[in-house]
Structure formats: C-alpha cells, structure tokens
C-alpha cells in the first residue's frame, strides 16, 4: 500500500470518527435538553400548586381583606373586586392601593410556604436542593428569603437547603422558575421564585448512562483506529524493508555469482586449463566468492533462528579483552588501508566472562564493521571498556555519519539500514545491529546507542560475568 492510500484511509477513518462523536454529543445534548423542558414542566405545576395551597391558606384565615377569586378566565373576581370598587369609591391613590394590595404577600407563613413547597417538588419528583423566596413587585426585593423574613432590600438569600453558606442573591432575583402570586388582569403584588444551583448537573447526570456508553464506545474506536493505523503503517514499513531486503540481498548475490560465472569460464577455456597456476588462482577465487555467500546466507539462518529462538549459547569462560584485540586486529586491515585508526581504551579490570565466545565475537566484529563502513573519510574508531558490579561495558565510538533521531528508534529493527543519501557503497542486508541485540538480549545483557547526525555514533553493550543457556 502506497502513502497516498494511506493518507485517504486516515482521513476517511477520522472524518468518520470525528462524525460519529459530533452525532453523539447531538444526541446527548437533545436528550438533555428534553429533560430540561421535562423539568421546568414539573416546576411550573409545583410553584402553581404552591400558589393554589397559599390562596387557600388565605381564604380559610381570612386574612387583612376578603380574598380575591379567580374567575374562569383566570383573573381575579369578586372579592378583589369589591376591594378594586372600594378603594376607587374612597378615590384612594395608586401608591396607597399597591401598598394595601401588598400584604396579601405579607400574610404568607414562611414556615407553611417551604413545607408546601417541599411536598410539591416531592410529588413531582424533584429531589435536587433549591433556594427559594417571595420576591415583592412594590419593594423590588425578597420579603421572605428560604423560609425566614427578609426586611432588607439589599440581602442575600442564605441558603439553607443548597447545603451553602451563601448564594448570589442574583440567582434568586433572575431565575426562570417563578409564579406570579394573586394576579389580576394587570399587575401582580409578587412572585414565588424558585431556583436550582445544581440544575445543570442533575441534567446532565440523568443522561450519564448514555454518556458513559458513549465514552467507552467511542474510546474503543479510537483505540481500534489507532491500533489499525498503526498496524498499516508498521506492515508498510515491513514491506519496504523487505524489499529493501531483497534488492540488497540480489546484490550481494548478483557479483559474487558473476565473479564464480566468470571463473568458471576462464577455466574452461582451452588457453587456461592446461596452465595448472591460474586453474588454481581461478578456482580460489571460486571458493573464496562461494565461502562469501555462505556467510551471507549464514547471517540470514542465524536470525531466523533467533527470532523462533532455536538456539543454545555454547557458553564457555573467555576474556573479553582479549577478543576485543583480536577483533581490533582483524578490522585494522581495512581501516588502516582508509589511513584510519583504532583506539583501545581497556580499563575494566574483571575481564573474564561466562558467555558464547563465538556470537559475542560475532558482535563485536559487527560493530566495528558499522563504524568502519558508517565513516566517511578517515575512520576513527575507539573501544573501551569498564567494569560495574555484575559485569563488563564495551563502547565502541566513531566519528562518522551519526544518525537522526528517527533511525535511532529503528536500527535494531530487521532489515532496517540507515540511509546514506543516494550513496550505494554500504554493503549488508540490515541484520547486524537486529543480531548484535538478538544476541546480547540472549545474555541477559543490554545494548545501548547513541548518536548525532554528522558528529558519529556510539554503542555501549553490557555482558554479565555469568551468562545462562538460552531456552
């Protein structure tokens, strides 16, 4: 799959997740607006038979004037107005009619008035803690305040049922659930306000069951998607590497079989087989070609055996500095013939290790084989060691190439080779550094790597003193 077809799918997948989030919250948000509408229902039929219970309360104490009735239209009549006809009759004045007409609010028992207020909202269903007061039209203020009279205009209503010290007054003063109190065809002398510090979040905890379901589904696409693209791009990466893999390995093999095809013919060659010097030369040559592509077949096995784990440590006592000088002897050839140089720097002092004395060679050659090849002009090369309480370090440093912050997260990885530009002269199938860990992990010991494009790399390995078989 191409980056192209990648970039589709992941746009496809998110516009599809971010869709069916935004459809949720919808979703949501209309069943929580339905509860508000349910609610505000409920409230309005409590504070109206709050008003019913209040206008009885009246009529039975017959309080200060006869009580005002409505009428069918919902207005009041009769007594209201006979106090209308009575007042007008004296040629009262408005102030003095508001004022008389204000203390049918002050007659209301605050004590009566949450007891009403309470068993209504039970009734209702509503279980949620309020505040609640009887707000005066002719004062501009709240004459009785959570169940006790207010005489101040300026007051704060104290909360006794939100389970607060204090609320904002301007809550009370500007909430939507109210009723007007003994209203005529014109005015009314107050209101019965209610309101609900904790509305939005009763609201919102009614919806919580789909909320929650919502969350874990749409958690578990997000995973699945981001696991699946995760997966695309890994077998992308897979597949490059591999064919990477296998262009590398058809060019290793291509010279080898040419140089053998070549030799091969030289003998055969009627001028050649009789000169028994170049048979031999060219059969050499023949030997020396198939023992190279031996060992690159070698590379190959040896890490399909490490990757299934089909393999026993031969493990046997062998000092390390002594295997680092041979292996330093043996890359001098080719470092020395580039004007390089290595450096030793052996310190530690406990230097004989229970290990597999071929593998670890194995890695060391490897590792300066890298350096080696990863320098670009005059290779130098140092190797040290030093001793910690359960083992040995090798670093081995160079000064080439170094590596970017996105190849260090991958050298270890099969097949995987840093890339050199359009430069072709490093040579290898990208199993060196995947073998160095393989083995190392094997040890119970540990690789690590570090690296700065353009001023070289560095490796250090940790090997236990006592290195148990692998299973």
């Known amino acids: 799959m191409n980056r192209q077809s990648i970039i589709v799918i992941i746009v496809i997948m998110t516009l599809a997740l971010i869709g069916t989030s935004v459809i949720q919250f919808l979703w949501i948000k209309r069943s929580v607006d339905l509860q508000e509408k349910s609610f505000q229902t409920k409230v309005t039929e409590a504070l109206n038979n709050v008003h019913e219970e209040i206008i009885d309360y009246q009529e039975s104490t017959k309080s200060i004037l006869q009580l005002p ?41 605050p004590e009566k008035l949450g007891t009403w207020l309470s068993n209504e909202m039970e009734n209702q269903g509503i279980y949620i803690p309020y505040d609640y007061g009887i707000y005066s039209n002719e004062t501009k203020s709240f004459s009785i305040i959570n169940g006790k009279f207010s005489f101040q205009s300026n007051e704060k209503p104290q909360s006794s049922s939100a389970g607060i010290e204090q609320l904002d007054g301007k809550n009370l003063y500007e909430s939507e659930y109210k009723v007007n109190l003994f209203p005529n065809e014109t005015e009314s002398p107050g209101q019965l306000k209610v309101y609900f510090p904790n509305k939005v979040a009763y609201l919102w905890k009614t919806s919580w069951v789909s909320m929650v379901s919502s969350l874990i589904f749409t958690g578990l696409i997000l995973f699945c998607f981001v696991y699946t693209i995760n997966t695309i791009l890994f077998q992308n990466k897979v597949s490059e590497m591999k064919t990477d893999f296998i262009n590398n390995m058809t060019h290793e093999f291509k010279t080898p079989i040419a140089t053998i095809s070549l030799a091969t013919d030289s003998i055969n060659n009627p001028k050649i087989i009789g000169n028994a010097d170049k048979v ?45 000088k041979t292996a330093a002897e043996n890359s001098r050839l080719k470092v020395n013939k580039r004007d390089g140089t290595i450096k030793l720097n052996l310190e530690a002092t406990k230097t004989r290790i229970m290990a597999d004395n071929n593998h670890i060679s194995n890695v060391i050659h ?106």
Not at 458 to 468: D, N
């Open 69 to 109: 009735h409505y009428n069918s239209k919902g207005s009041l009549s009769t007594g209201f107005e006979s106090f209308q006809s009575k007042y007008a009759a004296q040629k009262i004045n408005d102030l003095t009619y508001k004022s008389r007409l204000n203390k049918y609010l002050d007659n209301i028992p």
């Open 280 to 324: 031999t030369r060219f059969v050499n040559i023949i030997k020396q070609e198939n023992r190279r592509m031996l060992g690159q077949v070698e590379k190959v096995l040896q890490m399909a055996q490490l990757e299934k784990k089909d393999f026993q440590l031969k493990v046997t006592e062998f000092d390390m500095h002594d295997m680092i």
């Open 366 to 471: 490897n590792l300066l084989d890298n350096a080696e090849k990863y320098s670009k002009e005059i290779p130098k090369i140092e190797v040290s060691t030093y001793n910690s309480d359960k083992g040995i370090h090798i670093k081995i440093a160079d000064k080439g190439i170094g590596m970017s912050k996105e190849a260090l997260k991958n050298i270890f990885e099969k097949f995987y080779r840093v890339h050199t530009g359009n430069l072709h002269d490093v040579k290898g199938f990208g199993l060196g550094l995947s073998y160095v860990k393989a083995i190392v992990n094997a040890h119970k010991g540990d690789v690590k790597v570090e690296s700065e494009l353009g001023e070289g790399s560095s490796f250090t390995i940790f090997l236990p003193f006592y290195a148990s078989n692998s299973d």
